[in-house]
C-alpha cells in the first residue's frame, strides 16, 4: 500500500477515538453536573425550610463524593458548628487544614472556622492560638473581635485593652468600652486592697473616656474608704457635668458623706437642688425616706406631692400612697394599700432597669449587659426603654 491509502485507513479511526473519548467525557461531566445541582439544591431546599439534620445529610453525601471540593466541607463545617455538634465541625476543619495542595486562603480561612470552633467548645487557649496567627491576613480584623469576646469573657482586660486600641477606627474608637475595662481592672485592684493601683487605672480610665461616670465612681468609693469625705464628694460631684442622668447613683453616697462630715443638712439641700434641676431624677424614693427620718412623715409627703406636679410618675404616686397609709386612721388603711399595690403591680416595668441595645430588664443596674456584651448600654434611669 502506498503512503496515501493508509492515510485513508488511518482517518476514520482517529475520527472515531476522538468521537468516543469526547462522548465519554462529556456523559462524565454531564454525570457529575446533574448530580451535583440536584443535591446541592435539594440541601439548600432543606436548609431554607429549617431541616438541618436532612441538609447536614445531602451535604455529607455530596461532600463524600466531590472532597475536592473546598467550599463544601467549609459549609459543612459551618453546618455542624451551627448544630452544635463541634466535635464533627472540628474534625472537618482539621482535615481541610492538613490538606497539603491547600490555597493560602483556604487554609486561613480553614485556621479561623476551627478557631470558631473551639470558641464555640469553650476551649479558649486553642482559640486565642489560632486567631492570634492570622495577623497579617485578610482575617485579622474579625479574628481580632472574636480575642476581644475571649478576653472579655475570661476577664483578661489588659488583653482586651490592646485588642481594642488595634480594634478602633473611625467608626469605632472603643473609647466607652477601653474605659470600662480599666474601671475592671481598678475593681479587681481594689478586691485585692491595691488602692493606688486601682487610682491608676481609674485616671487611665478617665483619660480614654473623660465621660466615664464609673470612674467617678470608683474614686469616690476609694476616698470614702480611705475616711476622705470631702475628697469622695468632690469625685462625685463631676457626675453632673459628665451626664447627669447617672446622678441617682452617687446621691445615696454623697449623702452618706455629707451625714459623716456632719453637714446633713447641706446634703439635702443639695439634692433638692437637683430635683429642681432635673425632675425627672430617680430621686423620690430616697429623698422621702430622708425627709421621713429626718423631719416628719407629713413634710415628706409635702415634698413627694410637690415633685408629682413638676414630674408625675407612677411609682412615685405609691410612695405618696404609703405616706398615706402611714398618716390614715385604721379603718382606711387596708383601702389604701389595696391602691397601691394596684399602682405596683402595674407599673412593675418601671421599677425595671433596660438595655438600650437589646431590650433586656433587670432590677439590677448593669455596666456589661448580661444579655448581649455591650457595654453602658443599660439606660441609667428605671423604667426608660430608650435613651
Ligand atoms: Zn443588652
Redo the contacts with the bound molecule.
Sequence with gaps: MDFEAWWLVLLPLFFGLGWLAARVDIRHILADSKLLPRQYFEGVNHLLNDRTDKAVEVFVDLARNHNETVELQFALGHLFRKKGEIERAIRMHQKLLARPELKPYDKQSSQFELALDFMKAGLFDRAEELFGQLDDTEFARSARRHLLDIYQQEKEWKKAIEIAQQLRDTSHTYQHEIAEFYCELATQAITRSQQAEARQYLQQALAEHRKCVRANLLIGDLSMQEGEAQAAIDAWLKIESQDQRFLPFAVPKLLEAYDKLDRTDEGTALVKGFLASYPELDLLDLMYERIAKTSSIEQAADFLREQLRQYPSMLGYARLLEAHAAMAPIERKSDIEALRKVILDNSRNQAMYH?G??G?RSRQYFWH?P??N?WE?FLPARGQTKA
Excluded: I
Aim: hydrophobic fraction near 35%; aromatic fraction near 12%; charged fraction near 10%.
Design positions: 438595655c441595645a437589646c433586656f449587659c444579655a448581649c455591650e448600654s
